[in-house]
């Protein structure tokens, strides 16, 4: 995205503007952040430090000399290229750049597992299937043994299991 202030470079930071009461947020350059942090008149003032911008962490890295000497094996794509491009040139790039890429990682979030959020996950007909699998197995031995009042209380339980299963809802205790 570029700036919505000078419309020439990248924008690499984001903030929001209170103008009549409402909250404008806008997308601005480390150039722009600079001019309208000097200027005075303006009252802009940030809160904190701002974090070191994403493509500047490429750019530190595409220009370093090393980076130029660091091919890929398979598409001869140069790390300092895939930097300052943003874009790998095969699935083999990540491997030849691994422990560079690593770092600009690091340099970015706090660790390299992704520690999100998990799918809340309904348990209900998991817990439904298994005492279902439970009851058969114990069906089966009842009936071996000859046990059949056991076995005619379970026919009748793994019943009520597979109604259930099949309503969808949770089993009677």
């Keep these: 995205m570029l700036c919505e202030r000078c419309h020439k470079r990248l924008a690499t930071l984001r903030y929001s503007e209170v103008i009549d009461g409402k909250a404008i947020v806008r997308n601005i350059c480390q150039g722009c952040l600079t001019d309208i942090e000097g200027n005075a008149s303006t009252g802009f003032e940030m809160s904190g430090t701002a974090p070191t911008p994403r493509n500047e962490l490429f750019e ?22 895939a930097l300052h491009g943003g874009l790998m040139g095969c699935p083999v ?10 770092s600009v990682v690091r340099g970015m979030q706090p660790g390299l597992r992704h520690r999100g959020k998990t799918p809340v996950r309904d348990t209900t007909r998991e817990q439904l299937h298994m005492q279902l699998q439970t009851k058969r197995a114990l069906l089966r031995s009842a009936l071996k043994t000859e046990n059949y009042e056991d076995a005619a209380r379970l026919r009748d339980e793994i019943k009520g299991l597979e109604s259930n299963l099949n309503a969808g809802a949770a089993p009677k205790s």
């Design 93 to 102: 790039c990540y491997d030849s750049f691994d422990e560079h890429l690593l």
């Design 60 to 81: 530190r890295m595409a220009t370093d000399r090393v980076a130029r000497h660091i091919v890929c094996s398979a598409c001869g794509l140069a790390l300092a290229d």
